[in-house]
């Protein structure tokens, strides 16, 4: 019965390993931070990523002609530790955290919308999809839904059980 059992996994060891072949090289590559990235956003059709880089701080990238739109940062002349990123499903915003601070950004000029400070150290980010409202996950354990464009809260801060690391 035991070597039964052994020769069944033995065999089914080989088919998952058979299915490991070797894969295919891709088409085509992108390189969008040369050394590293704290974080990365893809919008939902794909046309843009938003990547936090390590050396250079928050940049915006057209996917279709792999070319940088805007370098964003939270201060002038300083480059920004990008945490944690999102882009609003309509295209049209994106917003980016570091540890405590966030912005909202219009896609379409590249520019600042608002500037929000948070109470606690942000973990997790994302964007309703018209970029209204923003829910973040933060280290001292709070879940924050709030109006991003206005600032004020919408719903009391829930408290989770741990750190909300994924939102």
């Known amino acids: 019965?035991?070597?039964?059992?052994?020769?069944?996994?033995a065999a089914m060891l080989a088919?998952?390993?058979a299915g490991c072949g070797r894969a295919e090289a891709p088409?085509?590559?992108h390189e969008y931070a040369t050394q590293g990235a704290y974080s990365a956003s893809?919008?939902?059709?794909?046309?843009?990523?938003?990547?936090?880089?390590?050396?250079?701080g928050g940049s915006l990238w057209d996917t279709r002609r792999n070319a940088r739109l805007f370098s964003w940062n939270h201060h002038q002349g300083e480059f920004t530790n990008i945490v944690t990123s999102a882009i609003s499903q309509d295209e049209t915003?994106?917003?980016t955290a570091g540890q405590q601070d966030l912005v909202l950004w219009s896609?379409?000029?590249?520019?600042?919308?608002?500037?929000?400070?948070?109470?606690?150290?942000i973990l997790a980010l994302d964007l309703a999809p018209n970029?209204?409202?923003?829910?973040?996950?933060?280290?001292?354990?709070?879940a924050v839904y709030f109006d991003i464009k206005q600032g004020a809260s919408v719903v009391p801060s829930a408290m989770t059980p741990g750190s909300a690391r994924w939102i």
């Not at 893809?42 to 250079?56: Q, T, W």
């Not at 970029?131 to 709070?142: F, I, P, R, S």
């Open 107 to 121: 896609l379409i000029s590249g520019g600042p919308v608002w500037y929000w400070s948070s109470p606690a150290e």
């Open 93 to 95: 915003f994106a917003v």
């Open 42 to 56: 893809l919008s939902e059709l794909g046309r843009y990523a938003l990547i936090g880089s390590i050396n250079h």
């Open 1 to 9: 019965m035991r070597s039964a059992r052994a020769a069944w996994m």
């Open 27 to 29: 088409q085509q590559w």
């Open 131 to 142: 970029a209204d409202h923003a829910l973040m996950g933060l280290a001292n354990h709070e």
């Open 15 to 17: 088919v998952l390993l």
